[in-house]
């Protein structure tokens, strides 16, 4: 009953559509929901901390709404909406008149919201929801989990069973279903990225299969791999946890960087520079991301051998990823630029992105890093790199291709404001943290000295600005379906210039293989 054939309607069109349109926008609309739900346990954290002492919450929920913040924006917000952009634009670009695989396609969204459900339930139970932190290390989260911890595992067993259902399909679409002449060196970047990402995906998901199943065992069934009481070893726990958690930085960044590498070009009116180099460097980073695990880990007493390893290995990282910056920014270089709202927010992306990237490279060196580790300079690092790097060039892209989706043009000017609030609030909320963390303040307590109270103050409007700016964005979104413009299919940018898409199609659907020309 899908939506191709027959009158469904209502509920049922969605509930059992097989159309890779409607999924995707379904990815979409629930991820933006988990990006309202994580960051208003973010607004709970920051009104904490908006003054020294215990204002609010408690303790313990504090930790609860640490742990939860962060597992509801990378499992549920950020990782669902680049799947959704995956589903709508890539048979498109490749010339496919749908995914590969369209009824698992279905079935891998609609394990999402009963699991989300699952996960925010926990909240409510007897003992509270997790509240070890989204890295969630042993023992904290086994010998001394509230009850909770038992569906949070169900839970991220679900979820990964969802992703690696969307990565199959997303690579059987993009391995078969090319159009004629669309050979692997003519699909577009974000095309590429989505194919090593997925195929990271399909690597790491089962290590953290293993990794709460392992949790599973020790708490149930007495066995004791994370336990050092009956010969096992937390430590093992940490590099369980981060031989998925580190390639999994990177499955959140790359479709990001494949999205900058479509509107970059557009907005320039140049075709990417170093389009080969660009294909080269995802993949170096995806391989690179699977021997770099171990720098979260550098306190935990590993041998100096290794700390030099994986330091020298984490600093190689930065080499493909720095080639990418060089290659969009030689993209703009001598281009005829106009700064519309997707361009605006792709710019910003790269360069925060490459503020996180250097504070990353601060982070790798080892001996620094025992001064670094756990204080907020991590979580700067790390929200430099997820939010700007990612949640930025998802606005970007909503913005670049809902006229494609809708049929209707945003508000421009609205467009406009929000990223400048957005970009405003994101930099008052996360650069202070820098500075706190460099003079010592530790994540994730509710509480703090004095002497970090006005920085703390500047973090916590900042994050009120950025989260306040969300609301705006869903109101442009809504008002774009119900009352925006019409565009025609030739004129799909309006303000400031006219852009006339003049692209040879290789198949009977329209792509964007190559960048738009003036006429």
């Keep these: 009953m899908g939506a191709h054939h027959g009158p469904a309607k209502g509920f049922s069109r969605w509930l059992f559509t097989t159309n890779h349109k409607d999924i995707g926008t379904m990815y979409l609309w629930f991820s933006f929901a988990m990006f309202l739900l994580g960051g208003s346990f973010a607004m709970i954290i920051r009104a904490e901390l908006f003054q020294p002492g215990l204002q609010i919450v408690q303790p313990e929920f504090f930790n609860q709404m640490t742990t939860m913040h962060g597992l509801v924006m990378v499992f549920g917000a950020i990782m669902p909406a680049f799947v959704g952009l995956a589903n709508w634009m890539i048979p ?39 509240n070890f932190g989204w890295t969630f290390y042993a023992p904290l989260s086994t010998t001394y989990a509230p009850p909770s911890v038992t569906f949070f595992i169900f839970a991220v067993h679900a979820m990964g069973i969802s992703s ?41 998901m089962p290590v953290l299969a293993g990794a709460v199943t392992m949790m599973l065992m020790d708490i149930h069934f007495g066995t004791s791999f ?78 100096i051998a290794g700390e030099l390893f994986f330091m020298y290995a984490t600093m190689l990282i930065a080499v493909p990823t720095a080639a990418k910056v060089f290659n969009w920014i030689t993209t703009m270089f001598k281009g005829s630029i106009t700064l519309e709202t997707p361009m605006l927010f792709a710019i910003a992306k790269v360069f925060l992105f490459t503020i996180g990237g250097f504070s990353g490279l ?39 291709w809902i006229p494609k989706w809708t049929g209707k043009m945003y508000n421009e000017t609205m467009g406009k404001a929000h990223f400048w609030i957005s970009f405003i609030g994101f930099n008052l909320t996360f650069f202070p943290q820098h500075f706190v963390g460099l003079a010592g303040m530790p994540r994730r307590i509710p509480d703090y000295n004095l002497m970090f109270a006005d920085f703390n103050m500047m973090s916590s409007i900042g994050a009120f600005i950025y989260g306040t700016s969300q609301l705006l964005f869903l109101f442009n979104i809504v008002r774009t379906i119900t009352h925006g413009k019409p565009v025609t299919e030739d004129k799909v940018w309006e303000g400031g210039t006219t852009l006339e898409w003049t692209v040879p199609s290789p198949a009977p659907y329209h792509t964007f293989t190559t960048p738009p020309e003036i006429k």
């Design 92 to 130: 498109m670009m490749i010339g496919a008149p749908d995914m590969a695989l369209p009824r698992m396609n279905n079935w891998s969204f609609w394990i999402l919201p009963p699991t989300f459900l699952l996960l925010a339930s926990t909240l409510l139970m007897e003992g509270g929801g997790p």
């Design 164 to 204: 690696i259902m969307g990565s199959i399909n997303i690579i059987a679409t993009i391995v078969n279903m090319r159009a004629p002449g669309m050979t692997y060196m003519k699909m577009p970047m974000f095309v590429w990225t989505w194919l090593i990402t997925a195929f990271l995906l399909v690597a790491v």
């Design 226 to 303: 994370f336990s050092a009481a009956g010969g096992g070893d937390p430590v093992l726990f940490q590099h369980v946890f981060w031989f998925f958690g580190h390639p999994e930085v990177y499955i959140i960044i790359l479709p990001a960087f494949g999205v900058v590498s479509e509107i970059i070009p557009t907005f320039s009116r140049k075709p990417l520079f170093g389009y080969d180099s660009m294909v080269y460097a995802t993949s170096s980073i995806a391989f690179l991301s699977f021997i770099v695990w171990a720098h979260h880990m550098y306190t935990v007493g590993m041998p």
């Design 362 to 400: 601060m982070l790798a060196i080892a001996p620094a890093d025992f001064q670094y580790h756990d204080s907020y300079f991590v979580v700067a690092h790390f929200h430099y790199t997820m939010v700007a790097g990612a949640i930025f060039a998802l606005s970007a892209a909503v913005y670049y």
